[in-house]
């Protein structure tokens, strides 16, 4: 007679179609038993499914309660995840996404359905069909981001998405402004409505915070900018919204210039009524797209190289690093979370300033601190290198460039002219290199007289042998 099989230890049976299925009551996300199926082509295999959904309901890894489709869950998760807690730019480019790849090519599968040959598949069409890099990047980080809040849920078991592998992302090269083309620019605009905002572009300002200023962020009194908000345009709405992150909230200096230009703007150009400081001519807010058109207009109406608004900020970071300030002052100023954004994203290098920082390290390395071989020191060189004293003592013990005397002297010094070239040759100035090679001078002139004056003793009075050192020898 066939054993019964206990309560909970579940069933295995071949079906009609050939496979074996495996049933089992597991534990479920919303607290209650459900009956699990599992496949598979051999009872083994079946049974090695069955005890994992086992071996997880007694760890209280529970099973979902129910079958999400992947379209049913991104919805879910776009208004009950996204919208409630990220801003609406975040929200605006989540949906869109979701709205035109991922629902249209993933959303009939399940989310325990899902797999990594699935997703690859799907991202490599996308990249054949035509969709750049940094574009399919951003569709796999929303997708990863969906199934992470799913495996939170306990709807699944894995990210695939994250296995998934794409071609790196290669930046597009910025070649920001020298400091030469922003007095152009800023010469061009002077006498334009909005100088004021142009100039402010400098303080590395993102274009939503710019725009979105209000007359009561500008402290006067205690010479500050307050940021606190950003203007956006979210589909066919602008919208005042939060700033990006946390960092971007900070204070600025108001400096005078700005002061003054802000100050000829509101006689000139304020609309009453209105609580931002940049606005049409109506009074309305301004929309960041036609900001930046005219942006672009002045710069070619002017022939300035034409560059994106965003890009002053990757200006304002380099121009500031060219003038030695220190990395923490800049990522606050540019209101990054993050240091390693500041440094690696937004600083960048051109040819003056890889050749100052070469020239610096030359005029380190060759530094007229060098050493003197005595092999070739002549008497015509000693006397060109000490005072009038050092000189006749020298001459007086006739020193020989021979290898006796190089060993008796202990290692002694020379003067290399290609040395003395190089560091001649540095960034300091003559007064400052003279002085740097004199005072090289009087320290290897001074180790000289030390070592004539000990050869000097050593030869013309020798210690006498003592009679014990004579039975020693014997």
Not at 37 to 44: K, L, Q
Not at 327 to 347: A, K, M, N, P
């Amino acid at each position: 007679m066939a054993r019964r099989n206990s309560s909970g230890e579940g069933t295995v049976y071949l079906r009609k179609d050939g496979r074996y299925e495996g049933a089992v009551y597991v534990l479920t996300t919303n607290g209650a038993r459900k009956r699990v199926r599992v496949y598979g082509a051999t009872r083994a295999e079946t049974h090695a499914k069955l005890t994992d959904l086992k071996a997880n309901s007694q760890h209280g890894i529970a099973v979902a309660g129910e079958v999400w489709k992947l379209s049913d869950y991104l919805d879910y998760w776009l208004t009950d995840v996204v919208k409630p807690n990220r801003r609406p730019a975040t929200y605006a480019q989540c949906e869109t996404i979701v709205r035109l790849y991922l629902k249209p090519n993933l959303g009939r599968q399940t989310l325990r359905n899902l797999t990594v040959p699935g997703v690859q598949k799907f991202v490599n069409h996308l990249l054949a069909n035509g969709q750049s890099v940094a574009n399919v990047h951003v569709i796999r980080k929303v997708l990863s981001a969906a199934l992470t809040r799913a495996e939170r849920d306990e709807l699944t078991s894995r990210n695939v998405a994250r296995l998934v592998e794409l071609p790196s992302e290669e930046r597009k090269e910025i070649n920001p402004w020298s400091l030469a083309e922003v007095a152009r620019f800023l010469e061009a605009v002077q006498h334009h409505r909005l100088y004021a905002a142009y100039l402010m572009l400098f303080y590395g300002l993102r274009r939503g915070e710019l725009l979105g200023l209000r007359w009561q962020d500008i402290d006067v009194a205690n010479s500050k900018i307050r940021i606190r908000q950003q203007l956006q345009r979210i589909g066919r709405q602008i919208i005042v919204g939060p700033l990006k992150t946390a960092k971007s909230r900070r204070d600025l200096p108001l400096l005078e210039p700005v002061a003054q230009a802000l100050s000829a703007y509101h006689h000139a150009h304020a609309v009453k009524g209105t609580e931002l400081i940049f606005t049409t001519t109506q009074g309305t807010p301004i929309d960041p797209g036609n900001f930046l058109r005219e942006f672009k207009k002045i710069c070619q109406r002017n022939g300035l190289r034409v560059i994106a608004v965003h890009h002053v900020r990757h200006t304002v970071a380099t121009l500031l690093k060219s003038h030695r300030v220190a990395d923490r002052d800049i990522q606050l100023i540019l209101g990054h979370s993050r240091i390693v954004t500041t440094q690696e994203i937004y600083q960048h290098d051109d040819d003056d300033s890889r050749r100052t920082a070469l020239q610096r390290l030359a005029g380190s390395l060759f530094a007229p601190e060098v050493k003197v071989a005595q092999s070739e020191c002549s008497g015509s060189l000693v006397d060109a290198l000490t005072s009038d004293g050092s000189r006749q003592l020298s001459r007086q013990f006739d020193l020989r460039a021979d290898e006796n005397t190089e060993n008796n002297l202990g290692g002694a010094y020379r003067i290399r002219t290609d040395d003395l070239f190089h560091a001649m040759n540095t960034q300091r100035t003559i007064e400052q290199r003279v002085t740097g090679v004199d005072e090289a001078l009087k320290v290897r002139r001074r180790t000289w007289i030390i070592g004539i004056v000990a050869v000097n003793l050593a030869v013309k009075n020798p210690v006498p042998a003592s009679p014990h050192d004579h039975d020693l020898a014997s």
